[in-house]
């Protein structure tokens, strides 16, 4: 790797989590809940089936291996060798067939330009120094005509509210430390990292969580969490 853009002690705080990543009432069961909310997402802009699609930031393998059960051809990366292993063991048992790499956006879109029709980055973004840059890179990464598709947290007090003090320290539906408010990201800011890779924003859209419910939807509110779609161009 070269300069990774990534935080080390990140990559411990994540891969300490890698054993119980596919359990639904472990430490990522958030996750569990939406993904398949943001898996449709992605299946109601892009034709799946057949697709190259790529998962950067894949974790131990939970949308990469939705989206692969929908017809894609799946690269997935991630930089906490932990969390590699453990997809690589999950997907024996899932049966799916997807290439999973221990590699940074930016080295893959050095090797790899151009080569796919859709790049999914979810909940990475507040997690690594430079996000313009994976940005950058996933851009990159996209064929002419292609779609990047990110999941990030808003910087706002609700979101401090119920992603950090109510979901961490009094529901504790997420290890403590998981987030830091600094590090989440305006739909402003992300425009702006996406208009200067040269890629349009086509949707930003709120996921709401709602953890009395075990449930997670769609919604016209995003100051929590939320998502984005954006095409480069033809």
Known sequence: MNNPNVRQAELHKFGALANRWWDADGPQRALHVLNPVRTQYVADRVSLAGAKVLDVGCGAGLLSEALAAKGARVTAIDLAPELIDVAKLHQLEAGHEIDYRLQSAEDLAAELPGAFDAVT?????????????????????????????????????????????GAEYVARLLPKGTHQYRDFIKPSELGAWLRHAGLELEDVS?????????????????????????????
Do not use: Q
């Open 206 to 234: 709120g996921l709401l969580y709602e953890p009395w419910k075990h449930a997670a939807r769609l919604t016209s509110r995003t100051d929590i969490n939320y998502l984005a779609c954006a095409r480069k161009p033809a």
């Open 121 to 165: 980055c979810m909940e990475m973004l507040e997690h690594v120094p430079d996000p313009g840059s994976v940005i950058e890179a996933c851009a990159r990464l996209l064929k002419p005509g292609g779609t990047l598709f990110l999941s990030t947290l808003n910087r706002t007090p609700a979101a401090f509210a119920l992603a950090i003090v």
